[in-house]
């Protein structure tokens, strides 16, 4: 058996042939420059974002930290009351699983909301919550599982 230099990695290079053509044209040039000079003001942009997520995700570590772990069990047969189970609150605001069932009491031991993907528990996991609400994909899932723990009360 031969051994020596693969050469199929070279063939992801390739790809980059088109860019022999920017050389020849002119217009091509102006086009490139362009976009390699508006990647720095970008980079400040996505900088100032992730600033933004870190100081929120810290937020929500100091407020929700091992608060979405209850949900609602039945005392009976200990399993999950709910076929959709949601964060609830033993405190006087929130949501009470007695108002379903007698028997449905706020216990923890639960993974959380999203198979425990969405929480405030570590810096990664309320980064990655935080940027799921700034992406306004899911955020109203997140919103009412927080509203369990917020209550906004005017005397």
């Known amino acids: 058996m031969k051994e020596g230099f693969d050469v199929k990695a070279l063939r992801a290079f390739r790809v980059l042939r088109p860019l022999r053509l920017v050389s020849g044209v002119p217009s091509l040039q102006v086009v490139l420059n362009s976009i390699l000079r508006a990647m720095v003001p970008l980079l400040h942009i996505a900088l100032l974002v992730i600033f933004v997520i870190i100081i929120y995700a810290i937020i929500g570590l100091e ?36 108002e379903y069932q007698e028997n449905f009491v706020c216990e923890e031991y639960w993974d959380g909301p999203n198979d425990g993907i969405t929480n405030f528990d570590n ?13 306004c994909e899911g ?17």
């Open 63 to 98: 407020l929700f930290s091992g608060k979405m772990h209850k949900t609602c069990f039945n005392n009976i047969t200990n399993e999950l009351a709910l076929d959709d189970p949601h964060p609830c609150s033993d405190g006087s605001s929130g949501f009470h699983c007695s």
């Open 139 to 155: 955020w109203t899932d997140v919103l009412y599982d927080v509203r369990c723990f917020i209550c906004l009360r005017i005397t």
């Open 123 to 135: 810096f990664g996991l309320a980064m990655l919550t935080v940027f799921q609400c700034v992406t």
